[in-house]
């Protein structure tokens, strides 16, 4: 059990670009979650993944967000022409279902 | 909708002493699952205890203990014997109804010496 890996752990982009995170859960946990959270703030749920399905996402995830996990193993969560508000850590959490989620390091996101 | 309370911002403890986060609920779900999480400084989230909510026994691990107090929907988190490591960001959560889990704003446990 390696734990949830979550890459880059930085990421500083100029507003208007685009950012990718890549997140890999536990190998034999088919649930994957994305949350948000800002300074000061708990996470906030973005958006969950059964194997590959997409089961659920946030009113949080606006358009620019997208989120996938092609082969029910890892996960990306794109955003697209970042905002200030877009500045945050970025959590990745999986689990087996009925039992807790296991969150990664993070993912923290600087817009310049 | 679920909401989740946390009224204590900041809290400090004395090491090996007793200290006791609360925590408040609101959910209709009949059928949940009650968290505490500890995020020490940059580092990532970790599970301190879990509660179900059908069940009238409160959870205990180790030196972690919970108040769960159903009709109040309270939820509080003891550590007994405080140790310089448990200093950290510690969060309650609930999970119901949907796979998310709620958080709430987190109380930051300061131990001192």
């Not at chain 2, 609930?94 to 131990?111: D, R």
């Amino acid at each position: 059990d390696t734990g949830v890996s979550q890459n880059p752990r930085h990421k500083i982009t100029k507003r208007g670009q685009n950012v990718t995170f890549r997140c890999d859960p536990i190998s034999e946990h088919n649930r994957l979650y994305w949350y948000r959270q800002t300074l000061g703030q708990g996470p906030e749920f973005l958006t969950y993944f059964q194997n590959e399905a997409q089961l659920e996402k946030s009113r949080l995830l606006s358009d620019r967000f997208s989120a996938e996990r092609p082969k029910g193993s890892f996960s990306t969560l794109e955003i697209q022409r970042t905002e200030q508000g877009d500045s945050a850590m970025y959590l990745c959490a999986s689990s087996l279902h009925g039992q807790p989620q296991h969150f990664g390091d993070g993912t923290r996101l600087s817009i310049l | 909708a679920q909401t989740v309370t946390q009224s204590q911002p900041e809290m400090s403890v004395q090491e090996a002493e007793t200290v006791t986060l609360s925590c408040t609920y609101d959910t209709s779900e009949s059928d949940y699952y009650l968290f505490w999480y500890k995020q020490p400084p940059s580092r990532q989230m970790i599970l301190v205890i879990r509660q179900e909510a059908y069940k009238q026994q409160n959870a205990t691990e180790n030196r972690f203990s919970v108040n769960f107090q159903k009709a109040a929907k309270s939820f509080s988190l003891k550590i007994s014997d405080s140790q310089l490591g448990d200093a950290a960001m510690y969060f309650c959560a609930i999970q119901g109804g949907s796979e998310k889990l709620v958080f709430g704003k987190g109380t930051k446990l300061t131990v001192n010496p």
